[in-house]
């Protein structure tokens, strides 16, 4: 057994509060690529004009092409190996949270119930008139922006730039991380905050910080106890089994 699998399945079962941090990295092997670095959405929108709640208001048209085109990626995309094993992981009771930045709901496809969406999701979408919130399922994008039914714009429900974090979300996750005695940091740079402060937290309290990711990151020689620079989608079901294999 690879050394960092054993070690991380033995501070899994030693904890009583595991929580997971998951970022964009964890998605892409589902087909949605990350917005940050090479084929992202940055790569070819600028998110000034296109992720900011002043463009959007602005003109939410433009912005709509570009919502258009991450909604059509999200609707294709399913849940990967990583997914499914924090699924798992919660079904054991080894794992108590996700605070997730993704607004894909591949976590919640994968079967994870308690999932914190720390920006929102794109299942849904709200009048920026009247207020009202719909399924974003079967909603026309043929013609941008899409309205609602009193003539006002409709925006996902997702958080732009620009846009506070829900209140909900951060109690929640707040809340999450003051508990952990282990956070999990899967797919993520965590170098935007808040949502970056979680690792933090717990490692203040005398938690343990383990990172899954593909490259070193700030966490890697500062907070996090060690580091799996590899895929989550082969790293997180091998921590999984070894975790079986100690249960049985």
């Known amino acids: 057994m690879d050394d960092l699998v054993r070690r991380t399945s033995e501070a899994i079962l030693a904890a009583t509060h595991v929580v997971a941090l998951t970022g964009a990295g964890?998605?892409?092997e589902s087909g949605i690529p990350p917005f940050r670095?090479?084929?992202g959405l940055w790569?070819?929108?600028d998110p000034a004009e296109y992720a900011d709640i002043s463009a959007f208001r602005r003109n939410p048209g433009k912005v709509w092409e570009m919502l258009r085109e991450m909604r059509r990626v999200i609707q294709q995309a399913r849940p990967n190996a990583a997914h499914t094993a924090l699924a798992q992981l919660e079904t054991l009771d080894l794992l108590k949270c996700i605070v997730t930045q993704n607004v894909d709901g591949l976590h919640q496809q994968a079967g994870s119930r308690n999932v914190v969406e720390f920006h929102g999701n794109d299942r849904a979408v709200v009048c920026q008139s009247c207020g009202r919130e719909q399924p974003s399922?079967?909603?026309?994008?043929?013609?941008?922006?899409?309205?609602?039914a009193c003539g006002g714009v409709l925006k996902p429900s997702v958080v732009m730039f620009g846009e506070m974090i829900p209140r909900d979300a951060l109690l929640l996750a707040s809340a999450a991380a003051q508990k952990g005695d282990v956070v999990l940091v899967i797919g993520t740079t965590a170098e935007v905050y808040p949502a970056a402060e979680l690792p933090?937290?717990?490692?203040?309290n005398g938690g343990i910080v383990i990172e899954f990711n593909l490259e070193p990151t700030v966490l890697t020689d500062s907070i996090a106890d060690w580091s799996h620079l590899e895929s989550a989608s082969a790293s997180l079901p091998a921590v999984l089994v070894a975790l079986r294999a100690r249960l049985n």
Not at 137 to 148: I, N, T
Not at 200 to 204: L, W
């Open 137 to 148: 399922a079967d909603l026309s994008v043929e013609v941008l922006p899409p309205r609602c």
């Open 200 to 204: 933090f937290t717990v490692k203040r």
């Open 43 to 45: 790569t070819k929108y």
């Open 26 to 28: 964890i998605s892409v």
């Open 37 to 39: 670095g090479k084929g």
